[in-house]
């Protein structure tokens, strides 16, 4: 989807069950993990499949975002920090609801705390500023407690006591908030003692790149963004890209540093060009 899909295509014209909501390539698989295309925020634009959301203007609020289908206790949903700005206060919030986006009057209200959480069936708890810098990606979900987790790269999980209901139906939800300004889901996975599922779509046999990159040979393909949600989760949590934070990074930068897969790095060379790590600037379009 390259055209952005903004608040005045919100109307909800039917209810009638979307393919895309109930696909399942195999018992392994959760479905699609894409933001809900008219239930959203007044500043939101969704691109990229409904996996990327973005506020339009220079503001704080109207970011309130759902995801498209249900989520299922313990299933951690992933979240990249694509884009912040420094001139406002907080950073994104992230949660669960119980109510069907569908059914929500519309517009929905400019913030998810406290506009929503002080109404029945919404939970929701912010996240650090520190832990949302660009680039940063986050793990959250729900336990069968009703607590929500919070993990965050190279560090802890976070559990906080929330009280959801885990009875009913649960919609995760995300309010690009404050600093925040542009997310992307990566997908989501859950891990059961005999198995473990992920969300789809199944990726293409992956190709093994060079660990010598330049920018002109190693764009990434039309659907490659397509795979990132199933690719293979055994991969060591030392070994993952710190983007992507699911495949394996291959590719040392000028400083030293080797944190990026070959997939993500001509996006950050292009967008910030600089180290993930230590901001070092990489001015040539060639890393070695």
Same mark, same amino acid.
């Given at each position: 989807?390259?055209?952005?899909?903004?608040?005045?295509?919100?109307?909800?014209?039917?209810?009638?069950?979307?393919?895309?909501?109930?696909?399942?390539?195999?018992?392994?698989?959760?479905?699609?993990?894409?933001?809900?295309?008219?239930?959203?925020?007044?500043?939101?634009?969704?691109?990229?499949?409904?996996?990327?959301?973005?506020?339009?203007?220079?503001?704080?609020?109207?970011?309130?975002?759902?995801?498209?289908?249900?989520?299922?206790?313990?299933? $951690? +949903?992933?979240?990249? %920090?694509?884009?912040?700005? =420094?001139? @406002?206060?907080?950073?994104?919030?992230? &949660?669960? *609801?119980?109510?069907?986006?569908?059914?929500?009057?519309?517009?929905?209200?400019?913030?998810?705390?406290?506009?929503?959480?002080?109404?029945?069936?919404?939970?929701?708890?912010?996240?650090?500023?520190?832990?949302?810098?660009?680039?940063?990606?986050?793990?959250?979900?729900?336990?069968?407690?009703?607590?929500?987790?919070?993990?965050?790269?190279?560090?802890?999980?976070? $559990? +906080?006591?929330?009280? %959801?209901?885990?009875?009913? =139906?649960? @919609?995760?939800?995300?309010?690009?908030? &404050?600093? *925040?300004?542009?997310?992307?889901?990566?997908?989501?996975?859950?891990?059961?003692?005999?198995?473990?599922?992920?969300?789809?779509?199944?990726?293409?046999?992956?190709?093994?790149?060079?660990?010598?990159?330049?920018?002109?040979?190693?764009?990434?393909?039309?659907?490659?963004?397509?795979?990132?949600?199933?690719?293979?989760?055994?991969?060591?949590?030392?070994?993952?890209?710190?983007?992507?934070?699911?495949?394996?990074?291959?590719?040392?930068?000028?400083?030293?540093?080797?944190?990026?897969?070959?997939?993500?790095?001509?996006?950050?060379?292009?967008?910030?060009?600089?180290?993930?790590?230590?901001?070092?600037?990489?001015?040539?379009?060639?890393?070695?």
């Amino acid at each position: 989807m390259k055209d952005c899909i903004c608040s005045k295509m919100r109307e909800d014209h039917n209810n009638k069950t979307d393919p895309k909501m109930t696909h399942k390539c195999d018992s392994s698989c959760l479905g699609p993990l894409t933001f809900h295309p008219r239930v959203l925020g007044d500043m939101i634009c969704l691109s990229e499949g409904g996996r990327r959301a973005e506020r339009i203007k220079d503001t704080f609020k109207g970011g309130v975002v759902f995801t498209r289908r249900c989520v299922r206790i313990s299933e $951690r +949903i992933r979240v990249l %920090v694509e884009r912040q700005v =420094p001139h @406002w206060q907080g950073a994104m919030r992230v &949660g669960f *609801t119980n109510v069907r986006p569908s059914t929500r009057s519309l517009p929905l209200p400019p913030i998810s705390m406290p506009n929503l959480t002080e109404t029945s069936g919404y939970w929701a708890t912010p996240v650090l500023e520190s832990y949302c810098q660009e680039g940063s990606a986050l793990e959250f979900w729900v336990t069968a407690d009703g607590d929500i987790c919070l993990k965050f790269q190279n560090s802890r999980k976070q $559990r +906080i006591e929330a009280k %959801v209901d885990v009875r009913k =139906p649960l @919609w995760a939800m995300i309010d690009v908030y &404050g600093q *925040t300004c542009s997310v992307f889901l990566l997908g989501s996975k859950t891990k059961g003692f005999l198995s473990k599922k992920r969300s789809c779509p199944l990726p293409k046999p992956p190709i093994r790149r060079p660990s010598t990159f330049s920018l002109e040979n190693t764009t990434p393909s039309e659907n490659s963004d397509d795979c990132v949600s199933c690719l293979n989760m055994e991969i060591p949590a030392d070994d993952l890209c710190v983007v992507c934070m699911v495949r394996q990074k291959d590719i040392t930068l000028p400083c030293g540093h080797r944190c990026l897969c070959s997939h993500c790095t001509p996006k950050i060379l292009v967008q910030f060009g600089t180290c993930p790590l230590c901001r070092l600037e990489i001015s040539s379009p060639t890393v070695t």
